[in-house]
């Protein structure tokens, strides 16, 4: 299994980045898939999911309207368009994947608990 990150970088406050998370060694299509961010001394939080059927997003709050998660079955990727970025944005992100082609209810894909399967990470620096 592996999840591959890529696309991260140093990037002004206002800009934009994408990063892709590849994935092999597991039916990606079945798999639901997340990013999650950590920033310098503080715990890994919830960014952004997509259910494994590609109906279901979710956003954290602070990301709504400036960050936008899909999927490409077809090359087993997962990105994340990131706008607007500020300093605050600034972690190393990480993709997750749920394998297991279930369904969660309200809010479940924040939970880091069901991703069973993680890449190294890419870190986005957003200078000011």
């Known amino acids: 299994v592996q999840l591959q990150a890529s696309g991260g970088g140093l990037v002004q406050a206002g800009g934009s980045l994408r990063l892709s998370c590849a994935a092999s060694?597991?039916?990606?299509?079945?798999?639901?898939m997340s990013w999650f961010r950590q920033a310098p001394g503080k715990e890994r939080r919830f960014v952004a999911a997509?259910?494994?059927?590609?109906?279901?997003?979710d956003y954290a709050d602070s990301v709504k309207g400036r960050f936008t998660i899909s999927r490409d079955n077809a090359q087993n990727t997962v990105y994340l368009q990131m706008n607007s970025l500020t300093p605050e944005d600034t972690a190393v992100y990480y993709c997750?994947?749920?394998?297991?082609?279930?369904?969660?209810?309200?809010?479940?894909?924040?939970?880091?608990?069901?991703?069973?399967?993680w890449g190294q990470g890419t870190l986005v620096t957003v200078s000011s």
């Open positions: 997750g994947a749920d394998p297991r082609a279930r369904t969660y209810s309200g809010h479940g894909l924040q939970n880091r608990a069901i991703y069973l399967y």
């Open positions: 060694g597991f039916t990606f299509s079945r798999s639901s």
């Open positions: 997509v259910s494994w059927g590609g109906a279901t997003t």
